[in-house]
């Protein structure tokens, strides 16, 4: 599964992986070192797509869409 989301600062799009989450990355193309959300949302949104294999896309305010 991947974990789709992208700069706060220069939003880029980033891929990564979901065990990521909660972590702080920096980015690849402005280093600005930026904290994943690690909402109940996604936490949510990850139970239920687990058994379906998808993506999920969370924006850097921690919204999260499947
Ligand atoms: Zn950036």
Do not use: W
Request: proline share 5%; net charge positive; glycine share 4%.
């Amino acid at each position: 599964m991947r974990l789709l989301t992208k700069c706060p600062d220069c939003s880029i799009a980033l891929e990564l992986s979901i065990a990521d989450a909660d972590r702080r990355k920096r980015c690849p193309r402005c280093g600005k070192l930026f904290r994943l959300p690690d909402t109940d949302a996604l936490h949510k949104a990850l139970t239920l797509l687990q058994s379906a294999q998808c993506d999920v896309y969370v924006d850097e305010k921690g919204n999260v869409f499947g």
